[in-house]
């Protein structure tokens, strides 16, 4: 763990001396058992728990989605006390006034779902979704950058950094879309990047790749940044989020450390037997 100063001026070999280093001592900390996710959503078993709806990123993220089913959304959040409603920007503002003094906050995607855009594009849309009342902002990492056979990691660090700090103070969750990286590595890669970029949340999926979030995944990402939650500032939490549709699975995700679920069958979840 590095400070931000320090970080900013790395080269890419140092950063693959850096994440090396680190994933081998990630690695180790997976294997040992005496070591498990802890989080204050970890104990939750039932759909009666009153945290339960405060882990929920409400979303409605299709392309198709209407006016008129983005209002069905808020009214579900507002009814069972949800996190947050997720939504793509275009529908912030609305959003907005539909919550206006609750407890439900708003959360934007970004650059959303390829992450393909530049930093400044993405940044500016942040800023924008911020003004018109998001109040936490998701992107994506740009994942073709870290699957090069060189990955520019220096740069993969300032385009999530721009962002980052295009959006303060509001937090920012990282989807480093795990089902197109095929190894732990480049995972944990991922994770440390976005982390050492100020990330508040790194976050499974965008749902818009194929698969879904593991519990394998969600646990992983958890000792990848557990180390940053050591300290009182600069916490990172673990997202899980595509395919969560189910109780069961949506618990598991909480034990394997999750601390934020990402789902469209919020209400579902909450009201299961």
Not at 50 to 77: G, M, R, W
Not at 99 to 104: D, E, F
Request: hydrophobic letters at 40%; aromatic letters at 6%.
């Amino acid at each position: 763990m590095s400070s931000t100063s320090d970080t900013d001026g790395w080269t890419d070999s140092q950063w693959q001396s850096f994440i090396d280093t680190r994933t081998n001592e990630i690695l180790s900390s997976l294997s040992d058992t005496t070591i498990t996710p802890s989080t204050s959503f970890s104990s939750i078993v039932s759909a009666s728990d009153p945290l339960l709806p405060l882990s929920i990123d409400h979303t409605l993220l299709k392309p198709e989605a209407t006016p008129e089913q983005v209002d069905s959304l808020c009214d579900e959040a507002l009814k069972y006390g949800f996190k947050s409603c997720c939504v793509n920007t275009i529908y912030a503002k609305r959003v907005a006034e539909q919550l206006k003094g609750s407890n439900t906050i708003v959360c934007c995607v970004v650059g959303f779902p390829l992450g393909a855009a530049s930093a400044q594009a993405i940044a500016s849309e942040a800023r924008l979704a911020i003004q018109d009342g998001a109040a936490e902002i998701d992107m994506v990492l740009p994942v073709g950058l870290l699957l090069s056979p060189s990955p520019p990691y220096a740069e993969i660090y300032h385009h999530v950094r721009t962002v980052i700090q295009g959006s303060g103070p509001v937090p920012v969750k990282v989807i480093i879309e795990t089902v197109l990286l095929k190894f732990q590595e480049k995972k944990i890669a991922a994770c440390l990047l976005a982390a050492e970029a100020g990330a508040a949340f790194v976050k499974t999926c965008t749902g818009f790749s194929g698969g879904q979030a593991t519990e394998e995944d969600v646990r992983l990402m958890w000792h990848a940044v557990r180390s940053y939650n050591a300290k009182e500032e600069g916490k990172v939490k673990v997202k899980a989020s595509g395919g969560v549709r189910t109780l069961q699975s949506c618990l598991a995700m909480l034990k394997a450390g999750a601390e934020r679920i990402g789902t469209s069958s919020g209400a579902a979840l909450v009201t299961s037997q």
